[in-house]
């Protein structure tokens, strides 16, 4: 699954995913997740227009949560990638970098593939 | 597939579909009071920590590296439930599942000896997403009794008072995925419906536990609302979860494991909530025999004369939040508070 990069597709996929909760949950208001992930109501009805850059990680962490979406993939769609990402990277930069380029047009079973399972053993 | 993700087990069948994927969660909580009164359900405290066993082959016992799987740390007499999908979860897939949850290799639902086929006549697995959680043992309709870890060959565990030996131990799981054409006739219903994971010298040598019977809770477990030609068991992912004394975490892998739960009465004295579910329009099972008849760990300990609970002190669960199909908070979950209680 790709995503578009840009500030309006993280404002638009904010809005939608609040949105559609907010349809059958009034928790999901703009007041009310504004008020749980600790931001002014305008400021997260602006993030969701597009009209301010989205805003920093533990505040896009904290929005994530509450809507139950993926981290990763809201840090993605605003053009950042997570500490903990860039912890794993710099402590071997090379390697990951060389790998990511390896994998970039890899379909989704093929990453899949590289993923560590659990092993199963004789029980 | 499994993988082992942020304290979670995923299941995976890319080969069947692409949504084909769900999380099983091991849940720290309060171990409720074993005083023969039902008690609703109680919070989530934050998820066990998992481990590859593999990863610490030279700290395990051999039988455990055979067995493969994960790691979790239970304190003796700390209790557990097991989430399938939760709050604050970044995916909450729909996808149907059939699910054989053991204990010790009994399996938790019927109380039969561990077999990894569905058996519609034993009615012996549950569904996902009906069930959320698994909070014990199932011993009557709408009751189960918690589950509650004890050293392995101690006699108090299940597995011990149903087959006379503490052979296996442990969590065993075993899931199957719906049928990829049920689950897009399914999903067009819904459409429809919708428009309306350092080396020491020395082996440790691991205590093994196993998972006994505590109090009782009333909890509804879920019939198959799909029937048995609706899973796929051409296809299917195992796990053996190994449950290690808390203890002796930190001497395998290095790490503290979680602080010991509040007590439940300290945690209702404190006004915080307990919790039910209920799904009205939904088939429940019946409790199995074999698992009724079962010691609780204060019957047997009175039995055996010894002393391994603590007091559990008068709890009177004032707040109760109903949760299930239909209800506000339906969309959150059996909501899970991470951090110290």
Known sequence: MSYTLNMTGFGDYVRTARATRAETDVRFSLRQVAQRIAVEPAYLSKIERGLVA?????????????????PDVLLALAGKVGSDLQAIILRRPK?????????????????????????DGKW | MI??????????FPKVHDNAKSAIQFQRTLRIPDDGKHYPLPPGLGAFPLRHVEDFADRVPEQWHERAGVMMPLYQAEAMWIAFRGAGWWWSSRYPFAIKIAAG??????????????????????????????DGFCVAKDVIRQFVAMPLGSGYSVEEQITGKPEHGGL???????????????????????????????????????????????????????????WDQSV???????????????????????TRPPTAADYTKAGLPWFDYYAADLETLGGAQALALVKSVAEMAEAKGEQVLGADGEVNPDTIIHLGPGKLLR??????REGKL
């Not at chain 2, 561990?114 to 698994?134: A, F, H, M, N, T």
């Not at chain 2, 350092?198 to 609302?225: E, H, V």
């Not at chain 2, 969309?331 to 899970?336: A, I, L, T």
Request: charged share 30%.
């Open chain 1, 54 to 70: 989205p805003p920093s990680e533990a505040t896009i962490i904290r929005l994530a949560t509450d809507l139950g979406e993926d």
């Open chain 1, 95 to 119: 390697q990951f970098a060389e790998l990511i380029r390896q994998l970039k047009n890899a379909p989704d079973h093929a990453l899949l593939k590289v993923v560590r399972e659990v092993r």
């Open chain 2, 3 to 12: 993988t082992l993700e942020a304290n979670s087990l995923i299941f995976r």
């Open chain 2, 105 to 134: 290799k009994i399996n938790a639902v019927s109380g039969k000896p561990w077999k990894p086929e569905l058996d519609g006549s034993e009615r012996d697995y549950i569904v996902l997403p009906e069930q959320p959680w698994l």
């Open chain 2, 172 to 230: 065993q799981i075993i899931v199957y995925p719906m049928r990829r054409e049920r689950y897009e006739a399914l999903e067009r219903r819904r459409e429809r419906v919708l428009a309306k994971r350092q080396l020491f010298a020395a082996p440790a040598r691991a205590r093994a536990m196993g998972l006994a019977a505590g109090g009782r809770m009333t909890q509804q477990i879920y019939a198959d609302p799909h029937g048995l030609d609706a």
């Open chain 2, 236 to 258: 299917s992912s195992r796990c053996f979860v190994s449950l290690v004394d808390a203890v002796q975490w930190r001497e395998i892998t290095g790490e503290a494991p979680p």
């Open chain 2, 331 to 336: 969309s959150k979950g059996r909501p899970v």
